[in-house]
């Protein structure tokens, strides 16, 4: 199962830390990704990594301000969100996948679909 925590309220501009923690399954095969859902959107991808080499892959709108990380050792996941904004305001949802992908600036992460274990989600309201 995985467990995400570290949401919050954060101000415009601020940052914020994401974890997922993972338990029940060998993590180290699996690759991981963010998933967000803003009120009244559909869940949409925002970065994953690779149980290969690391490697990541972000959507667009959040490029440059978000960095995914894991550490297989610790069983854990985590989201570094810099430079908050408004529209980063929704529910964060980890999840695993066991689709193997080496990820360049180019390569998208795996649809949902694809994922096999989700955690439930954790608020991040961005707002002064």
């Known amino acids: 199962q995985l467990q995400a925590s570290g949401g919050g309220l954060v101000q415009p501009g601020n940052s914020l830390r994401l974890s997922c923690s993972v338990s029940?399954?060998?993590?180290?095969?699996?690759?991981v990704g963010w998933f967000r859902q803003a009120p009244g959107k559909e869940r949409e991808r925002v970065s994953c990594?690779?149980?290969?080499?690391?490697?990541?892959s972000y959507v667009d709108s959040v490029k440059g301000r978000f960095t995914v990380s894991r550490d297989d050792a610790q069983k854990m996941v985590y989201l570094q969100m810099n430079s908050l904004k408004p529209d980063d305001t929704a529910v964060y949802y980890c999840?695993?996948?066991?689709?193997?992908?080496?990820?360049?600036?180019?390569?998208?992460?795996?649809?949902?679909?694809?994922?096999?274990?989700w955690g439930q989600g954790t608020l991040v309201t961005v707002s002064s």
């Open positions: 990594i690779s149980s290969i080499d690391g490697s990541t």
């Open positions: 999840a695993a996948t066991t689709v193997r992908a080496i990820f360049t600036s180019s390569t998208s992460c795996p649809a949902q679909f694809l994922y096999q274990y």
């Open positions: 029940g399954f060998d993590f180290a095969y699996y690759g």
